[in-house]
């Protein structure tokens, strides 16, 4: 990636393995840290985005501290995807607001009020919209605006930007100069790039096997059962009309299991994939079956469906390499395709009012 020479310049809250951050640096913007609580995201982030990776928890850091981190003249802008797993429906009817990363988002807004970037871009699950009993979201539209932001957002769905997978996200840009969004959609149904269009070139492997070409596109061993179970299931169909009985859970028989059609289903070829999702390189998680070969998808499939490049890495060697965590980290990931036309939004905004 080669490192633009303008002076905007940005930090990646929660920056995880770095899709937003990659994205960002592809179009023109620098990249001068990212930061978040997870040390596992360092190699990937630090190899991958060639910049700064800072281990800290955002609750800890200042504003000052934080504006060190740009240059004299640099156009600060301050981007971030708070975890998600707190704004899901079924963990907030869990807590009931009570999980700890619910701060976050208030933390990322004490952090604007205290460096005020000229630009500010957040992105996170649509749900997001719901909470009217904990209305984090709109605490933390209402602060940015008190502090004099021109504020939008919109659920945006992944597939009318390039990115293969059916993602529906929240995505919201904030601007001290000015009315700013996101560019238009650059897809349309008849150009969705599709699962084939993204990963249909890769080498076959089966179930629990590594590629001898590259040791991140590989799946999880299934079991026996569930290797006759993928055997049986056929590209977006399910359980339910594909498997025979003996081979069916116990809890697909109940009234709430009968919903869930869509575990251990294969995908189609011909359409973009299901959301990734941290579980999504096990077939028992969702439609998260190889529409061909009998076997989950693997940890490149994965990875390249959330539109990160073929040649990513994550792990120095095989040896180093740890299946599960990496599922999570491209799972939790911001679509480098995403953060790219983020990127793109912001130079546009910026150079329609004289920044360069």
């Known amino acids: 990636m080669n490192k633009a020479k303008s002076n905007i310049t940005a930090v990646d809250l929660f920056c995880g393995i770095g899709g937003l951050s990659y994205g960002l640096d592809k179009v023109g913007i620098n990249v001068n840290a990212g930061i978040d609580i997870d040390e596992s995201c360092r190699y990937s982030y630090e190899t991958n985005c060639r910049t700064k990776f800072i281990n800290k928890d955002i609750q800890n850091i200042s504003g000052e501290e934080l504006n060190s981190l740009y240059g004299k003249n640099d156009t600060r802008i301050l981007v971030g995807c ?19 990363r619910w701060q976050l988002l208030y933390e990322f807004s004490r952090l604007i009020n205290e460096a005020e970037p000229v630009v500010v871009s957040m992105e996170n699950v649509p749900t997001l919209l719901n909470f009217k009993e904990a209305p984090v979201f709109y605490d933390f539209v209402g602060e940015l605006e008190k502090l004099g932001y021109y504020v939008w957002y919109k659920i945006i769905y992944s597939p009318d930007y390039g990115i293969p997978q059916k993602r529906k996200r929240l995505v919201l840009l904030a601007s001290k100069i000015g009315k700013i969004e996101l560019l238009p959609p650059t897809h349309n149904p008849d150009i969705y790039i599709t699962v084939k269009d993204a990963i249909g070139h890769l080498e076959k492997i089966k179930s629990g096997e590594t590629s001898k070409k590259d040791f991140i596109h590989k799946a999880s061993k299934l079991s026996e059962k569930n290797l006759k179970r993928i055997k049986q299931s056929k590209p977006g169909g399910s359980w339910k009309k594909d498997w025979d009985d003996k081979l069916k859970l116990s809890c697909h028989a109940s009234d709430k299991g009968k919903t869930y059609v869509s575990v251990y289903g294969r995908m189609k ?7 990734m999702t941290t579980f999504c390189t096990g077939i028992g998680n969702g439609r998260f079956g190889h529409p061909e070969q009998n076997r989950a998808i693997s940890l490149r499939e994965a990875a390249i469906l959330q539109s990160f490049p073929t040649d990513y890495k994550f792990a120095n060697n095989a040896d180093n390499l ?14 480098p395709k995403l953060g790219e036309i983020i990127g793109k939004s912001i130079i546009k905004h910026l150079k329609e009012n004289g920044y360069e």
Do not use: L, R
């Open 82 to 100: 708070a975890p998600c797993q707190p704004f899901s429906s079924y963990t907030y009817k869990k807590d009931k607001g009570e999980d700890d």
């Open 269 to 275: 070829w011909d359409e973009p994939s299901p959301t």
């Open 322 to 335: 740890k299946f599960g965590k990496s599922s999570k980290h491209i799972g939790n990931a911001v679509p």
